[in-house]
């Protein structure tokens, strides 16, 4: 029998104990919308179960423990949450077979110490530019998991990347309402965009070295906040080539979106993970290295299936039925080395 691999990601909508707060909410969820919204994700996790989950906007420890007991998984995985976590936080977290699971987890909160977005520009008519940033809005989750004894250890992160929605700027000494007022919008989206593309940028150099120059396999599971053309994407793969047929190739610390993955063994596409004021984008994401890459001449990990939860979208209220309000994503890999 064959060997497979899987790996889930999935927005937990701000998973705390009810009566926690969440952000301004001081109340946070009641106890009928928590169990709801347990009963909800548990049957969700039943449908797309993995050997390897990766969260999104966990609250509370005692949450997801609540929810991998509820949802059977309890004595089969173990849950990354950090030491301490009760509530007063957004992480990433996770759920990984213990059988698999090697070393103890990290979660990185401190952007490289070699990074810098400072530059004067690609001519004399462009302005300097300087941002400074030094952290993740949420600290990025990394971990290994080995499958298989014979090959090699897989390293896995969970991301959550700043948000689309403007950044609040009227706290901020320098705003004056009759001034920056009219433009606080186009100012606190232009600031987000601005946090969302750094944080992808030291994150492609967290990526960069660890592949570069050896044979690691990859896998980055996570809510990007943009979709699979944008910039943000486009920084986190290294955009890549795909190749068809019987051309062999691969990139050394290239990542693969198994969204695409998927596109080419179908013809048509419905993957949305959001919908906003109408609009369907897909945020969440599984990317994986070159050793999951069926064309690679380094292939370990070839693609057997990406599976997609998103009718649930369409809710109207979400805390009144208890769902997401992401879809859900899993990635199937079978052992198959080139």
């Not at 509370?60 to 309890?74: E, K």
């Not at 570069?212 to 986190?236: E, F, K, Q, W």
Request: aromatic share 10%.
């Amino acid at each position: 029998m064959a060997q497979l691999l899987s790996f889930t990601t999935c927005n937990l909508y701000n998973l705390n104990l009810p009566g926690k707060a969440i952000y301004s909410d001081a109340d946070g969820w009641t106890t009928d919308q928590y169990n709801a919204k347990i009963a909800w994700i548990c049957r969700s996790l039943t449908d797309m179960r993995a050997d390897v989950f990766g969260f999104q906007e966990l609250w509370h420890a005692d949450a997801l423990a609540d929810l991998m007991a509820r949802a059977g998984i309890a004595d089969s995985h173990r849950p990354l949450v950090p030491p301490g976590h009760d509530g007063g936080r957004i992480v990433c977290a996770g759920a990984v077979r213990k059988d698999i699971l090697e070393d103890e987890p990290e979660w990185i909160s401190s952007f490289p110490d070699n990074f810098k977005l400072q530059g004067e520009g690609d001519d004399e008519q462009t302005p300097d530019i300087l941002v400074q940033i030094r952290g993740f809005s949420r600290p990025v989750l990394h971990f290994t998991i080995r499958p298989v004894a014979s090959q090699a250890a897989i390293h896995v992160f969970v991301v959550h990347f700043k948000s689309k929605a403007p950044t609040r700027i009227s706290s901020n000494a320098w705003y004056d309402r009759s001034v920056h007022g009219p433009h606080a919008k186009a100012l606190g989206s232009a600031l987000s965009t601005i946090r969302r593309t750094a944080e992808a940028a030291a994150f492609r150099m967290l990526v960069t070295d660890r592949l570069r120059g050896n044979h690691d396999p990859l896998v980055v599971l996570g809510d990007i906040n943009d979709a699979t053309l944008s910039n943000t994407a486009n920084v986190l793969t290294g955009q890549p080539n795909y190749l068809f047929g019987q051309s062999m190739g691969g990139g050394d610390d290239a990542l693969y979106t198994v969204q695409t993955l998927q596109q080419y063994r179908s013809t048509r596409d419905v993957y949305y993970t959001h919908i906003f004021q109408n609009e369907r984008e897909s945020l969440d994401h599984i990317l994986v290295s070159e050793q999951f890459y069926d064309n690679s001449r380094d292939r370990i990990w070839a693609f057997e299936r990406m599976d997609l939860a998103n009718d649930h979208l369409n809710d109207l209220d979400h805390k009144a039925t208890g769902s997401n309000d992401h879809g859900i994503v899993r990635a199937v890999f079978t052992l198959d080395p080139a």
